[in-house]
């Protein structure tokens, strides 16, 4: 048998059942009771509508050896009761009771469950004999006493009236707590005596009431409040000075799933969900620190801005799912590398920065740079996939390339960007040419978006020469930009900033339909009907909608489809593979030729000769370059002449600029030629004066 301590006697249970001939309360003590018509059960209430076993009361002991009550629909044999019980309105199998439920055995039958402290019981029975006959009914199967209330005459209160009067504060769920000026214990309502068990032997030790007693000049009715913690509970404490009562009366609220709520909201305003890495806001206030601690002290420190390189290529491939794993893969692989005064964040999306601190020279930054792309030189392993990561990284230092946060963040990140742009999967240190370089792109992206708009865009030329026919075959359009203010700007300029923009596909577009036009215009000038080669972009060659806009092209101008000629990179052919080949088919089978340009610079130019079908190939300037110096560059041509002849494609030497590299391609059997040997790339005029020229000529004379 338990051994219950003074305190814990003074907790009465009690049940006060409300029926037509008057009120029967029992003072629950005992393990298990069984209420029902039967007249074997422990309480036994006779009335319409109560089954024989209509319901279970269940004794429910807690570490500390209070206890509570369960009720539990029928038998816990698992028999059910026939109407069922509800517990403040609620319909329930089995419930927890607390102080003040209402619990409904019919409609018109009902019982309240109570939770009292003795003195308010001793209270009530000094009333009560003014007011009712009692008689106390002694259940020898299991010690249950049952106090039987009879009303004498309707003008005097019924016994749970008297109840609900005495007992205000008894009912209350929230800890109330009294104490006198001297700190000693005058009051403690039932739940103060349930939730803090130790009070009475802790007195003004307990955290409740350390310094309470301390406070001497508060008026009476001062409040104060404050919080407490418990072990892991918080709580938020009023405190009410009663000067002329000479009492000190604690209300006390739990606040603990609010404070862990508060601290989850902290956690997640400054920590990133997915990788649990500190955000942008969490650096923002750490970086201000660093900033003043290594201005004081005259220290340094560093910020790098990593990007994991083609991570949308991983989305699109694996799903985001596992793009997502990988993330958090890649953080704590990134985490585990930094010292623990160093700070890692994730910036957004697949963009992490780290701050380096205290540093004393730039190769410590370099040196942690190099380890980090040697760690993932191994492979992720997720779901059976093995997934190499490659990322570049932007290095900005304080206070040499910025004395504030915003300004290293934007060198980061344009030392990152010239990484990105000079080949990936390495580091750069930031520079002031740099930033020259990034305002100037700004510069010119803004410049093109007006150009479009304005028709600032024009085409120049490059004839495509047989030199065996001595004829112009061909002609491939070059897009030029005739800007009003920055004179004319080369593609090399501005299509990379066009294609990171996705300006590029209004930019194709335009070029496709000028080009047609123009060749268009020269047949109907009577001039030999020569292809006009087009370049198409990656993302021109992605949109689903290419096959119908290269109709709608030719349709409208009225140009035969055997007079167009589309170029593609190797590059561009990777980025969706089977949807190029099936554009590329449907484009072919349409009368449209295809090239592969600068062909044999990539590492599966062979394996796309098996999976394309193209009508030319182009090899690329860089091996006409070396012609002389590389016998290696002379077997790469001849090899592609022979796999030509096997594929029955034909061949264009691109770059051609000497005598030289042209007797050497003719010795190779290389017959159709472009560079600057035959021509510069012409205006739409100089290439009408070419072909004219080359009418009356009928060839051209190859030396």
Not at 31 to 52: D, F, H, K
Not at 106 to 120: G, M, N, P, R, V
Not at 571 to 576: P, Y
Not at 684 to 698: G, I, P, T
Request: aromatic share 10%.
């Amino acid at each position: 048998m338990l051994h219950l301590t003074k305190k814990q006697q003074n907790i009465q249970h009690i049940l006060v059942f409300n029926l037509t001939y008057g009120e029967r309360v029992f003072y629950l003590n005992e393990p298990q009771y069984l209420i029902g018509r039967y007249p074997q059960n422990s309480i036994v209430i006779n009335a319409e509508g109560i089954s024989r076993e209509h319901a279970t009361l269940l004794k429910k002991t807690t570490h500390d050896h209070h206890f509570s009550y369960l009720i539990m629909d029928g038998t816990i044999e698992g028999g059910k009761s026939r109407n069922g019980i509800r517990v403040n309105g609620n319909k329930i199998n089995q419930c927890e009771l607390r102080h003040g439920d209402i619990i409904h055995f019919t409609k018109e039958i009902k019982a309240h469950y109570y939770i009292i402290d003795q003195k308010s019981q001793e209270f009530i029975e000094n009333l009560t004999p003014n007011v009712f006959s009692t008689s106390q009914l002694c259940d020898h199967r299991n010690g249950a006493t049952e106090t039987q209330i009879i009303e004498h005459t309707i003008k005097k209160p019924t016994f749970s009236e008297i109840t609900n009067l005495a007992s205000v504060v008894e009912l209350s769920p929230i800890p109330i707590i009294e104490i006198n000026n001297q700190g000693i214990i005058t009051y403690l309502n039932p739940s103060a005596n349930l939730k803090f068990s130790d009070l009475q032997k802790a007195q003004l030790r307990h955290p409740l009431l350390q310094g309470l007693t301390k406070k001497k000049n508060y008026n009476n009715g001062s409040l104060v409040i404050r919080e407490v913690d418990i072990k892991d509970q918080s709580f938020e404490q009023h405190i009410h000075y009663l000067t002329k009562e000479k009492l000190i009366r604690s209300y006390i609220f739990d606040i603990t799933q609010r404070k862990k709520a508060e601290t989850e909201l902290k956690y997640h305003a400054f920590h990133d969900g997915l990788t649990e890495l500190p955000n942008r806001t969490f650096f923002d206030q750490h970086i201000s620190l660093l900033i003043k601690n290594c201005e004081r002290y005259n220290k340094s420190f560093a910020v790098l801005f990593i990007d994991v390189d083609s991570f949308k290529n991983i989305n699109d491939t694996l799903g985001h799912t596992i793009g997502d794993r990988i993330l958090k893969c890649f953080a704590q692989r990134l985490t585990s590398q930094v010292r623990n005064s160093d700070l890692v964040c994730r910036w957004g999306g697949d963009e992490f920065v780290v701050l380096f601190s205290e540093i004393e020279n730039p190769d410590e930054v370099a040196k942690f740079s190099q380890r980090l792309l040697k760690t993932f030189e191994h492979p992720l392993t997720i779901e059976e996939h093995q997934i190499y990561l490659k990322f570049s990284i932007g290095i900005a230092f304080y206070p040499e390339d910025g004395e504030n946060a915003e300004i290293l963040l934007k060198n980061a990140d344009a030392a990152l960007y010239r990484t990105k742009e000079s080949g990936r999967n390495h580091y750069q240190f930031y520079n002031s040419e740099m930033s020259l370089e990034i305002a100037e792109n700004f510069a010119l992206e803004t410049e093109l978006h007006q150009a479009i708009k304005n028709k600032e865009l024009i085409l120049h030329y490059q004839p495509q020469i047989n030199i065996k026919t001595g004829k112009v075959y061909g002609l491939e359009a070059l897009v030029r930009w005739k800007s009003p203010k920055l004179g004319l700007v080369g593609p090399s300029k501005f299509i990379p900033i066009a294609e990171k923009t996705g300006l590029i596909l209004p930019v194709g577009e335009w070029v496709l339909k000028t080009a047609c036009q123009q060749n268009k215009k020269w047949q109907q000038m009577g001039l030999p009907p020569v292809r006009v080669a087009v370049n198409l972009s990656a993302q021109q060659l992605q949109q689903p909608n290419l096959i119908e806009t290269v109709e709608k092209t030719l349709e409208s101008v009225g140009l035969d489809p055997q007079w167009l000629e589309l170029e593609v990179t190797e590059s561009i052919l990777m980025k969706n593979t089977a949807l190029a080949s099936k554009t590329l088919h449907e484009l072919r089978n349409m009368g449209v030729y295809i090239s592969m340009d600068d062909f044999g610079t990539g590492y599966s130019s062979l394996g796309y000769l098996k999976k394309f079908t193209f009508d030319t190939l182009k090899i690329d300037q860089s091996f006409v370059r070396e012609l002389k110096q590389s016998p290696e560059d002379i077997s790469i041509i001849s090899a592609i002449m022979t796999l030509s002849r096997g594929f029955n494609m034909r061949v264009i030497a691109e770059g051609v600029e000497t005598q030289e590299q042209l007797n050497l391609l003719k010795q190779l059997q290389c017959e159709e030629m472009q560079g600057y040997f035959f021509s510069h790339p012409l205006s739409q005029e100089e290439v009408l004066n070419y072909l004219l020229s080359f009418n009356q000529q009928k060839h051209l004379i190859i030396p």
